[in-house]
Structure formats: C-alpha cells, structure tokens
C-alpha cells in the first residue's frame, strides 16, 4: 500500500508520486521507456547526419554509386531496427520488472535483474548501432574504401552517444522501481556513482568530439583535395556536436544529482516546520545520493523519537521540567525559591470505588484530573504528582512567575468551578499555600524525580482536607492571598485562623468568593 505524499517523491513531476497506482505507475514507465529510446536515437541519428554531410564532408557518400545503400539499406534498417530495438526492449523490461507488475516483492534474482536492467536496454541500443556501424562500413567501404574511416568514426560516435543518453534516461525513468527495490532492502551496487556519472558524461560530451576533430584535421591534412575551408567547417560541426551533446549529458547527468538533492532540501523544509511525520524521504538513488537520502531518513527517525520521548517524559513529569532536564544535565539537590503550591484531594473516594465498576471510575478520575491539569497549565503551572486520587501542583518553579500565588489562586477557582461542571459525580478539596520551598530533583543517580519540599506543600494538604467542608470554595492560606496582585487577592475574603493539623503555626485561612466568574 502507497502512501499519499507529494508529486516530486522521485525528484521530477514526470515520475509521479507514491501514491500513484499501480496500473498507473506501469503506464508511465513504459511511455518514458519508450519516449527515452527513441529521443536517444533520434539525437544519435541527427549527429550522424551532422557529421556525415557537414563535419566530415570529404570523402562525400552521397555519389550515384551509393544510392542502393542511402536510399534503401539505411531506411530500411533504421525501420527494422526501431521495431527490433522498441520490442526488444519492451521484451527485456517486461521480464525483468514482472515482480512489478505483478506487485509482489522483489527476490535477489529479481533485484539484479532490474537493477542492471538500464544497461541492458542502453546495450540494446549499442548493439543495434555496433550493426549498423559494421554492416554501413562495409558497405560504403566496397564501393569507396576511403569512407571506411568516415563512416566507422561517424556510426560508432552516434551509437555511443545513443548507448549514453539512453542510460541516463532510463535510469530517470526507473527510480520508481529502485525506490520500491531499496525499500525491500536490496541497494544497488555503486558502480555508477557521481563520480563514473560525470566521467561518461565528460568522455561522451567532450572527449569523444575532440579526438573527432583530431581525426577531421588529420584526415583533411591527408587528403590534398581537402581546403581549409572543409576544415574549418568539419571542426566547427564537431565542435557544435560536442557542445549540445555535453549539454545534454550534463543537463541528464545534473537531473540525477538534483534530484535526489532537492527531495532532502524538501523534507529539510518540512523539519524546519515541525512536520516530522511526512519528513521522510523516498530513496530512489543507489548512488552516495541515495546514502545521503538514507542518512536524511535516519536523522528524521531520531528526531521523531526524539520528540516522542520529549513528548512522553513531558507528560510525566511536565514539560517545563522536561525542557530544563534536556537543556542541561540533571543533577541531585535542588534550590530554596518562592513558590505556590495547590492540592486538590478527592472526597470520598473509597466509597466511589466501592460503587463503581473499576472502568467507571477511572473514566471518572480521568475527567477530573483532565480539568485539574487544563486549569493548572492555563495559568502557567506544574502539575508535579498525582498521588492516587490526589494532585499536587507548583506555581513558581522550574520557572519563575511574575505572580505565582495569584496564578495558583485563579487556577483553584477554575477547579472547583470546572469540577463542578463538568465532573458533578466528584467533589474535591482544593487547598492553595505559598512561601519558600526547595524545589529540585530528589532520589537517587539512578532514578528521581522533580519535586518540592517545604511547609507549603504541608499546609496546601492540610487546607485541601479543611476544604471538603465546602467543595465549592477553595482555601488559601493568608500567606498565598497576601502575596497575590490586588485583582486576584480580592476574589478571596477571610474565614478563620487556625491550627492545621501537623503544623505548629497557625493558618489565616482565606475561601474564594462562590459568585466570582
């Protein structure tokens, strides 16, 4: 099953995309197979006629005596070998991507085959051009031996032009099948990297043509009916040849290096944009490109891990201790700072649990805790612990807080206001404190955890306790609503002073007015 991804997954629009069909995907791939085979020809033809009748003018073939073979042998053979290179080919590509067609996948022998399957097509081509180079020589040479040079040059260049373009083009045309080959775990050999690429495409574009116009000059320096003139023009046409043929071997040879350095340019893109789920790169190249493709892939997988895991330790312990954990290494001990504290404590839970079916209460617990942590989180808090059925949160710490009593204040009044909504089978006390705490990681090397210790966290417990007399009203000490902005600290009036239960100093107990919205 194709995954629906962009229209450039090979590196050109021509090839489609992933989620291509099948049946789809097969009609495109003959019709550039096809489309590649006769482009390389026909360019090998006009070069051939190029050099025949303007580069290498003299000795000329178009005489009466070679008629028989201009105007018969050649079109005659070209149309047979069109027929025999087109079926041919057809036949060869048929067979070796029959694990394609029929979608299953690949074996060993399989792999092979398709991977060498661009150079037995392109050696179709230099087959059916090495016939034509022998038989022509031949025939022109028995009429005029003194086109035996001309025309081997002339034929031989043409067909290695053809052999070239040709297995660029089909290599194109391939990367889907590559791409469905490595994804099998069958990675081709690295006989044609970059570097062999860019060797064939110098010696076919530049090499070649230069030593045809070594031999132009030699030939005309040879033959004493030759002028300047045929020089300077054998010269000129080759050296013309040579500049559109090295064009486009390098313009083909650059579409396989671009190709797969634009789709990693692509999926930086989309990293850079926090989109790690389609990061992933269809690998297509056999070549280092295609390690590099690899490599891409790999860093995006550690980085979707990367995240996940960010992701999952934020959840237990908070992402703000999350973030400061993986910006720095953690350490034992922790650090006297001024904080908030708030404790929400269910009321009767051993009762809920006896009533209930295991199932509804924690779909219950869920609901109530989902409202704790939005409230918490919406005012820049910590949910640091759940205690069974109880919930202990910061305000203050990791990070600092302009207000962090005021902060823990509203978030009380959000909770008793939100479980009564929306959790109306639960009632719980909330309890808010505030003052100096130690706030860091506790337990052992191996294993600990982000918390704080102080009489705040003490007196917050023992408030949530004196707050199931009212559900409905969350206590704060007179320390946390002191400490407050004016706003916030006026949604609360005075109810008592007293002496919480394992605590030796005596709490002015403040409760939220029920009426504030």
Excluded: C
């Amino acid at each position: 099953m194709r995954a629906k991804r962009g229209s450039r997954d090979y590196g050109s629009i021509l090839l489609g995309s992933v989620g291509e069909s099948s049946v789809k995907q097969r009609v495109r791939i003959q019709t550039l197979l096809t489309a590649s085979i006769v482009v390389a020809n026909l360019f090998g033809a006009i070069v051939a006629v190029a050099l025949t009748a303007v580069g290498i003018p003299q000795p000329t073939i178009f005489t009466a005596e070679l008629w028989w073979v201009n105007f018969i042998v050649v079109p005659v053979y070209i149309t047979a070998a069109f027929v025999v290179g087109i079926g041919w080919g057809t036949y060869v590509g048929v067979r070796d991507l029959r694990w394609a067609i029929r979608d299953v996948a690949p074996t060993k022998r399989d792999a092979r085959r398709t991977m060498r399957l661009p150079w037995r097509l392109s050696l179709v081509q230099g087959f059916l051009w090495g016939i034509a180079t022998v038989m022509l020589t031949i025939m022109y040479g028995i009429v005029d031996p003194q086109l035996i040079p001309k025309t081997l040059f002339v034929v031989s260049l043409s067909g290695v032009v053809v052999v070239a373009i040709s297995y660029l083009f089909i290599d194109f045309t391939l990367r889907p099948v590559a791409a469905e080959l490595i994804s099998a775990g069958h990675r081709r050999r690295k006989r044609t990297g970059v570097k062999a690429r860019s060797v064939v495409s110098w010696m076919v574009g530049s090499a070649i043509p230069i030593i045809g116009i070594l031999l132009v000059l030699a030939f005309g320096l040879a033959r004493d009916e030759t002028s300047k003139l045929d020089l300077f023009v054998g010269a000129t046409v080759l050296g013309v040849t040579a500049l559109f043929t090295g064009l486009l071997l390098t313009l083909l040879s650059s579409m396989s290096v671009t190709g797969p350095i634009r789709s990693v340019r692509a999926g930086m893109n989309r990293v850079s944009d926090g989109d790690l789920d389609n990061a992933d790169l269809v690998v297509y190249d056999g070549t280092e490109l295609g390690d590099l493709q690899v490599g891409f892939n790999s860093m995006v997988a550690g980085l979707r891990e990367r995240e996940r895991i960010r992701d999952l330790f934020g959840r237990h312990v908070g992402h703000e201790v999350a973030e400061a954990a993986m910006s720095s290494n953690p350490e034992l001990g922790g650090t006297e700072r001024l904080a908030a504290t708030l404790f929400v404590d269910v009321i009767g839970s051993t009762t809920l649990a006896a009533q209930r079916r295991p199932t509804e209460v924690v779909e219950i617990l869920n609901k109530f805790f989902a409202v704790i942590v939005r409230a918490v989180e919406e005012h820049d808090g910590l949910v640091n612990k759940f205690e069974g059925d109880a919930v202990l949160a910061i305000f203050g710490a990791p990070i600092d807080l302009d207000d962090a009593a005021g902060s823990a204040l509203a978030a009380a009044r959000d909770i008793a206001r939100g479980l009564a909504e929306e959790v109306p089978d639960l009632s719980a006390g909330v309890g808010v404190s505030h003052g100096a705490v130690v706030a860091g990681n506790v337990g052992a090397i191996e294993r600990f955890e982000y918390t704080v210790i102080g009489d705040p966290v003490n007196e917050s417990a023992r408030l949530s306790e004196l707050a199931k007399r009212d559900p409905r009203r969350p206590l704060a000490s007179g320390r946390a609503v002191k400490a407050a902005q004016r706003d916030e600290a006026e949604r609360w009036e005075e109810q008592e002073t007293t002496s919480l239960r394992g605590r030796t100093e005596e709490t002015t107990v403040f409760a939220a007015f029920v009426d504030d919205e």
